[in-house]
Structure formats: C-alpha cells, structure tokens
C-alpha cells in the first residue's frame, strides 16, 4: 500500500519569497513517480511537475523545483519568487501500478496564502 | 481546447436519489478516472477504465457505478444517494500508459445530498 502525506495543512508566504511545501510517502515499489498539482479557489487541477524514482537530477520547472530525496522518502515543492497567483492548495500524489493500469494516490493537501 | 469536460458542475440531490455524472474528454486518451476530493482527504480513487471496455475498483467504489461508453465518454452512476456521498467530483484521463504522463482533470461537480 501507498500512503502520501503532507503534515502542513496551511501556509503563509510573503510575495516574491520561496515556499517549500513538505511531502513523505511511503511505498515497497523501486520504481515510482511523483507528481505536484495545484488547485486555485476555481477548483481546477493544475499538473505542476514530475518525479521519476530514477531520475539523477531534480525535477525543475520555470518556478517549480522538486527537492528529492529517496533516501528520506520526501518530494518537497519548492516555489520560488511567489505570487499573488500561487495562493492556492497544493496536492502531493504518487503512482502506483494497478492490473493495468496505474493510479494516482494523493496527499491531503496544503493550502498555499501569498501575501502582498 | 475543451480538455475534459464535466456536467453537471453542481447538482442537489435527496437521500435515496439517483444521478448519473458525465465526463468526456476529446484528447483521444485511452485512460480514464473518477475521484472524489473531501477536506482534509486529497483526492480519492473511485473506479477507473484503462481502455475503452474495461473498467476496474479503485479505493472507495461502494455506493457507485461506471461505464465507459466509449473512448472518449465515462460515466459515473449513484443508484441510491447517499450523504455521505456529498463530495467534489472529478474525473480525469490520461494519454497513455508511460510513467510521467500526468493526469487531466475536468473543473469537477459539486455534490451534495441532503
């Protein structure tokens, strides 16, 4: 079984500082991926960015970066520089095979507060 | 681009109601999911089709119905609603079955039974 967590339910961040939001998982599978979605107050979900278990490097994308560490079993999101438009809640997922197919097993969530 | 579409976007229903929630995608994706996102829970697993014919459980299935008409459509029926059923619903799809292709989701329905 997989389990995700996220032990911060809620965040505030001044504007244009960086914000790394925590996410430990749990799982006996060697090959793995994890994925960072946003969802803003109009509810939509927002893939951000990947993390295969074998990538060498970290996963960045323009103000997303994935701090990995396999070891430690984390996958923290790291925004840099934020914005008024970051506010929002931030979920931690990682896949899992099924028969086949795979699915998605997501964290509980925290909730992102930008301030001017 | 529509992406995934869902409908309806709210819908009230009575204890013991039926409903069926549509979902269609027009990205030719071959994988096909239903959650259900409450507080404090993320977002759950409720059945999901990996192709067109096939449908399989995911986490939390009971009190549900899927079926996939097609490749592009997946429906998702309750037969008896329930308030614990009072929930976001989304459905996504996913292109293909390569690890890194992320899931994309419809803007959700908003369910509650009273």
């Known amino acids: 079984a997989q389990k995700i967590t996220q032990t911060q339910p809620g965040m505030f961040v001044q504007e244009k500082e960086a914000v790394t939001l925590d996410c430990t998982y749990d799982?006996?599978?060697?090959?793995?991926?994890l994925f960072w979605y946003k969802q803003p107050s109009s509810g939509e979900m927002i893939f951000l960015i990947y993390q295969g278990s074998y990538d060498e490097q970290n996963a960045t994308e323009g103000r997303y970066s994935l701090n990995f560490q396999k070891a430690r079993k984390s996958a923290n999101l790291v925004i840099s520089a934020s914005q008024l438009g970051d506010s929002a809640m931030y979920f931690c997922?990682?896949?899992?095979?099924?028969?086949?197919?795979?699915?998605?097993?997501f964290g509980a969530g925290t909730t992102v507060t930008v301030r001017a | 681009n529509a992406g995934v579409t869902q409908t309806p976007k709210f819908q009230v229903l009575k204890t013991g109601q039926s409903m069926t929630l549509q979902c269609a995608q027009d990205?030719?994706?071959?994988?096909m999911y239903w959650y259900r996102q409450d507080p404090g829970m993320g977002l759950r697993l409720i059945y999901y089709s990996a192709s067109e014919g096939t449908t399989d459980k995911g986490e939390v299935p009971n009190g549900y119905n899927v079926s996939r008409l097609n490749k592009r459509e997946f429906s998702l029926r309750l037969e008896s609603a329930a308030p614990s059923q009072t929930s976001v619903y989304f459905c996504?799809?996913?292109?293909?079955?390569?690890?890194?292709?992320?899931?994309?989701f419809g803007n959700g329905t908003r369910l509650t039974v009273t």
């Open positions: 996504a799809s996913r292109m293909d079955r390569g690890p890194r292709s992320p899931l994309h």
């Open positions: 990205m030719n994706h071959n994988s």
């Open positions: 997922a990682m896949r899992g095979r099924v028969s086949n197919d795979y699915k998605l097993s």
């Open positions: 799982t006996s599978d060697q090959s793995y991926g």
